[in-house]
C-alpha cells in the first residue's frame, strides 16, 4: 500500500501507511499525521487515495505552502518516489508495492540513495536486558522504528544504507548510549551498544 516518510535533516520521524480516502497533515493535533512545529499550519495538507495506489496531495491553505520537485502545489498527483517539502521537513512518497513495509527490502528503499538493500544485509533486533520483559529480543525490520514510553524517553532508531541510528525523539528523559546521553544528532549504532531508556537497559545486536 501507499506509504509516507517524514525526515527532519535526514532522520526519519514517522511512518505512515495511506489506508484511508483521506489523511490529513498539520500541526494541530486532530490531523492524522501531526508536526508540532511553526512552519506547519494547523491544517496543512491531505493526502487523497483514490483506488488502490493513486495519490494526490492537496495543500490547504497553508502559510508557508507545500512543495514538490522544488514547485509549491495546490494539487498534484504524486509519483513514487517523490519528495514533498515543508519547511524542514521532507516527505516521502512510495507507491503501492508487493512487499509489506514490515520488510527488510521495503525498508531499504528509505536509504538517501534510493538504491535497493544489498544481499546478505545484516539484521538488527534489541534486546531487554533488565526488568519484567528481560530476554525479550525485538527485531527492527521497519524503516523506522519507535522505543519508549511517551512523555518520558523516546528514540527512533532509523535504517539507512549506511547503518542503523538512533536520536532522541520526545521526553524529558535523555536517553543514553553506552552511558553517554543521547545530543540532538543521530548516533550510527554498533553491535553489542546498550542503549538505556529511563532505566530499560537494550542491547543492540547485528547479525547476518
Do not use: W
Amino acid at each position: 500500500m501507499p506509504q509516507l516518510i517524514a525526515s527532519v535533516e535526514g532522520v526519519e520521524i514517522k511512518h505512515v501507511y495511506l489506508t484511508r480516502d483521506r489523511t490529513t497533515l498539520g500541526r494541530k493535533p486532530d490531523n492524522d499525521i501531526v508536526l508540532d512545529n511553526l512552519v506547519v499550519s494547523g491544517h496543512h495538507c491531505v493526502f487523497e487515495l483514490h483506488g488502490l495506489a493513486d495519490v494526490f496531495l492537496e495543500d490547504l491553505g497553508s502559510t508557508n505552502g507545500t512543495f514538490v520537485n522544488n514547485k509549491r502545489v495546490k494539487r498534484h498527483q504524486l509519483q513514487d518516489g517523490e519528495v514533498v517539502a515543508i519547511g524542514n521537513f521532507r516527505i516521502q512518497f512510495l507507491s503501492a508495492s508487493a512487499e509489506s513495509g514490515f520488510h527488510e527490502t521495503a525498508a531499504m528503499k528509505l536509504d538517501p540513495s534510493g538504491q535497493p538493500a544489498q544481499t546478505g544485509a545484516l539484521h538488527a533486533s534489541f534486546q531487554v536486558l533488565n526488568g519484567s520483559s528481560t530476554g525479550l529480543e525485538v527485531p527492527v525490520v521497519k524503516a523506522v522504528t519507535t522505543f519508549g514510553k511517551p512523555g518520558v524517553a523516546v528514540v527512533a532508531v532509523s535504517h539507512r544504507r549506511t547503518g542503523y541510528f538512533v536520536a532522541h525523539l520526545d521526553g524529558a528523559t535523555r536517553p543514553t548510549l553506552n552511558g553517554d546521553p543521547l545530543g540532538d544528532d543521530p548516533l550510527m549504532l554498533s553491535n553489542h551498544d546498550v542503549l538505556d531508556l529511563a532505566g530499560t537497559k537494550m542491547l543492540f545486536m547485528l547479525r547476518e
